[in-house]
Each structure stands twice: as C-alpha cells, then as structure tokens.
C-alpha cells in the first residue's frame, strides 16, 4: 500500500528553549504536540512570555492536542490555541490537571481535556498515538508513538532514563520497545542535554545533596526550584520534616502546583508541619524550610522580593540558606546573579553547587539519548527541543549509532519536513512561525513596540521641539539614555533642525508631516555622523 504523505512543522520550540510546538498533518488533518512559552530575558523589556505565532493553523482541521508533560514550556500557550480552537487536549492526569489550571486563570473552557491511559491506542482524525511513561522533572511525563498514513512518529517529550527515580516514574522502556516493533520511520529527539557527555543523573542524586546542604543549617531553609519540580520539593520537605523543620511555600505557582500535587499524592505535607505565609516569620528559624518561586531570577518573584527585602510575610536574617535548586536557563544568567549578589547583602549564604549536586537534570545526556536510539530503532531522527547546537549533538550521536547523514534532519522554525513515497524531504521556511509577546497583563504586545523598547533600552531617545511659524527658527532639544554630552547632542541636533527649518518654504512649513519626517531625518544623520550614535527621534512640531 502507498503510503499517504505527512508533514511535520515546528512552529517553535527549534534553535530556542521553549515555545514547542510541533504541527503534524496527513489527509487534510491535523494534530499539534504541544503547545508551550518561553521567558524573554532582559532584552525584552516588558515582556513576559513569549508564544508561537499560530497563524499557519487557521482554517485547519485540527483533530487532537497532545501534551507529553506540564511544563509551562509546553503547555503555557495552551490558552492562545484555546481561544479558536476547540481541538481535544490529550495527556497524563497531572498533565491535564496544570493544564486546566492554566485554562482556568484564562477564563477559558476547560472542556476537552481527556486523560490518555497508558499504552492503549487512541484515534484522532487521520492519526493513532499512544502515550508511553517517561522520566523527567514533572510528574505524568509522555512520549508519543503516532501514525498517520502509514507512518510512524515517536515523539520522545522531555526524557531521561533514571534508573531509580524517587517518584517511581521509570521511562517505559518495555512497553515502548513493544509497541516500536522493528522500529520507527522517525524518531523526534529531546536535545536539551545532547552536549552533555555520559548519563545524566538519577533524581535521586539532588536527594542527597540537598540533604547534605541541609544538614545543620543554623537559620531558615530557603529552597528555590521550578514549582513543577514536585519530586524535588518532595525530597526537600521529607529531609525538613525528618530534622522537624515545618514548611513554608512562597509565590502563587508554587502553592498552586503543591496543591495539585497533594492532590494526586505526589506530594505529602502532613497536618500540622505547613506553615502559612502570615506565620513564617514567628516561626522559629531554626525549624522552617521555605520552598519558593523564583530560581531564575524573575523580577517580583517571591524570591526576588525577600533579596530587596521587600516580601511582605518573610524578612531574611544573617545565616539564612538559601539553595538554588534548578538549572539556569541560558540567558537568565545575569538575573540569577543579581539576585544572588542581593541575597548576599542580606547576610545570606547562598548555594548554587555542591558535591553531591543540589539539581541534576530531568534531560537525556549523549549515551542516554544513544541508549533511546537503540530502543526505538530509527530509520531517521529529527532532533528537538534547544539550541542548533543542542540539535547538531543530537544528530551526531545519531550517526554514530549507524544512522545515515541522509537520515538526520536539522529544521529551524517554519521548515517543513515531509515524508512520502518518494521519501523524505525538507522545505525551508515553508510555513510563518513568527512570535506573540506577552506583557505581565496577559496583553498581546506588538513586535515593533518591542523593537522600540530595546532599541530606547540600548540608544536612549531625543526630542525634538520645532514651531512650524514660517519666521521661527527656535528648536530645542530633550535627551534621555544617551551617552553623550547633553549639551554637545543639544548643540548637534539643534543645528540640523534649523537647517531644515531655514531652507522649508512655507508651504513646506505649513505640511507638519514633511516637517517631522525631514527633522527626524536630518537628525538621525547627525547623530549618526557626529556621534555614531542611533536613539530613538522623536520630532514635536506645532
């Protein structure tokens, strides 16, 4: 039988962290794996989220939504999609639970959303997929086995093959070896980690060293982690309640998240050892660990707050730990230090590494993804999720697991990757995958609002203040941001508006649009010449 043709178009989530979203369609349907935000770093003034551009799906037949985990990466745009599309959402129970949470916040239905059983074939559409458990940082972590048209996908989600995971989570080696059979015509690749050389890590392993680090801590415990992280804030609050510190949670996501995992008994705080942000600060230091929101430096996160020495219900003190427990997401580097530089003038002590390690990763290293390889045994690999770099790793442990070159794919955003009888072929840029920017307000901010802002971020801008009077010469300019002389740009700018108002006729000067456009102009030219500076000109004629 002739096989059917299928495409396959990320529309984020390639050559970036975040923003994953991969479009599958076969025979006029449509399936999307999932849906996530990325968070901007500080060259993004005012934004914070960052979506897929979904705009390549309207008007398409989309048939089901699968999530493979809960990680605001791939979920966060959930709502966006939700907004027109009203699609199934399929996934693991904790899965679906934060999703429903993010739907909720959104005031968006929370229809739809059915829970995948494990192994068992499901049918959308042109598409079958099965879910399959994998190790990760979140509970309910999936990959995918789809088929459509006589091929089949497996999607791997963000993985890793602990070997005695704390939450009891192992990756469903077996069942998946099952239901690959003689293998796969495509193996979608998790390459966050692909760089790093070995395995990565049992969870257990951050267990201990937090352990370690707790041990005889004077103060207060400050734990800082991603809120999903639920075996690690598991693992951090049994060594508290052994040493009988009580705990305390700090930042809306972490309590909401805790909650849910109480929920689905992920998590355990038993009456009596949770202690209510309005009590932290009677409680004795010596008998409190407080797990917080915030590792990565995020502006009014709870954290952020306690190093201004500005939250509300908690105030550091001298000798007070505090534990980063999670990785720094590339380009949140210089957030995380200056948070930490705060933390310190606070008198804390604060504890980014140590031997045993305080995190390890939730992401397959190089042998890791080798040892996935052999088990799903490929005729072709299209790595995903991270940087090219990440991506290229991906496919050089491919190859050296005897994957052809001609097998291994490396797409940027909007390429499309088409399988069919002739075989498989990859159209660059094919389809638009730009970016949707969000401001703390969940307001849609346009691209160019965001180009001004860095660009008055990195420049600064000028005034310009001219009288369109036919016998006026007068200007005067107002500068912010610019490093330079005010009075020496004053002095610049100035005589490139009078020039401009020397040589108008009056006709000119009485068109208040050709005023401003050429003062604007000859302004640029002069900071440019003069300066080799370029702010923003902004020209007020009246």
């Not at 979140?138 to 995971?165: I, N, Q, T």
């Not at 989570?169 to 790093?196: C, F, K, M, Q, W």
Request: charged share 25%.
């Amino acid at each position: 039988m002739t096989a059917a043709v299928l495409e396959i178009v990320p529309l984020g989530g390639l050559g970036e962290f975040g923003r994953n979203l991969l479009w599958l369609r076969c025979e006029g349907s449509s399936v999307i794996v999932d849906v996530g935000v990325s968070f901007p770093d500080e060259t993004f003034p005012g934004v914070d989220r960052i979506a897929p551009d979904m705009a390549a799906l309207s008007g398409e037949r989309i048939d089901a939504v699968l999530l493979t985990h809960g990680h605001e990466d791939h979920i966060g745009a959930l709502p966006l999609l939700r907004e027109w599309c009203d699609a199934p959402v399929y996934g693991f129970p904790f899965t679906l639970a934060l999703a429903r949470r993010r739907l909720e916040e959104a005031e968006l239905s929370r229809r739809g959303l059915i829970e995948a059983p494990e192994r068992e074939r499901l049918r959308a559409g042109a598409f079958t997929f099965r879910f399959f458990r994998v190790s990760h940082s979140v509970p309910d972590s999936a990959a995918v086995l789809v088929e459509a048209g006589g091929w089949r996908l497996l999607h791997s989600g963000d993985f890793k093959l602990d070997p005695d995971p704390p939450d009891g989570e192992l990756t469903d080696r077996e069942g998946i070896a099952a239901a690959v059979g003689d293998g796969v015509d495509l193996a979608l690749i998790d390459s966050t980690n692909a760089e790093r050389p070995g395995r990565a890590l049992s969870e257990r392993v951050a267990g201990e060293g937090l352990a370690r680090v707790f041990a005889g801590a004077p103060g207060r415990i400050i734990l800082t982690t991603f809120s999903s992280h639920v075996s690690r804030i598991s693992q951090a609050a049994k060594t508290a309640l052994a040493s009988r510190r009580r705990i305390g949670l700090l930042g809306r996501s972490m309590v909401t998240v805790a909650e849910i995992a109480e929920r689905f008994q992920r998590l355990s705080l038993p009456a009596g050892t949770r202690v209510a942000p309005g009590e932290l600060a009677r409680q004795p230091r010596e008998r409190l660990l407080c797990v917080t929101s915030g590792s990565q430096g995020e502006p009014f996160s709870a954290l952020y707050r306690l190093a201004l020495d500005e939250h509300a219900d908690l105030k550091l003190d001298p000798d007070d730990l505090v534990v980063f427990s999670a990785r720094t997401i590339p380009g949140h580097e210089r957030s995380v230090n200056r948070v930490t530089d705060h933390l310190i003038r606070r008198g804390a002590r604060v504890v980014r590494d140590s031997d045993p390690p305080v995190h390890v990763s939730g992401h397959a290293h190089r042998d890791d993804i080798a040892d996935w390889i052999s088990l799903v045994r490929p005729r072709a690999v299209l790595p995903i999720h991270g940087e090219r770099r990440m991506l290229a790793a991906t496919g050089e442990t491919a190859r050296d697991c005897g994957i052809p070159p001609d097998g291994v794919f490396l797409l940027d955003n909007g390429d499309r990757l088409t399988l069919s009888s002739e075989g498989i072929r990859v159209d660059p840029a094919a389809v638009p995958s730009g970016r949707i920017y969000y401001d703390s307000r969940t307001e849609t901010v346009d691209p160019s609002v965001v180009r001004d802002r860095r660009h008055l971020a990195e420049e600064g801008f000028v005034v310009i203040f001219a009288s369109s009077n036919p016998s006026s010469l007068e200007v005067s300019v107002v500068s912010r941001g610019v490093a330079i002389d005010e009075k020496e740009l004053s002095e610049e700018v100035g005589r490139a508006a009078r020039a401009i108002l020397a040589r108008a006729t009056p006709e000119e000067r009485a068109d208040l649009d050709w005023l401003r456009s050429e003062i604007s102009i000859a302004a640029k030219r002069a900071c440019r010449r003069v300066f080799d500076l370029r702010p923003v000109i902004v020209p007020v004629v009246a």
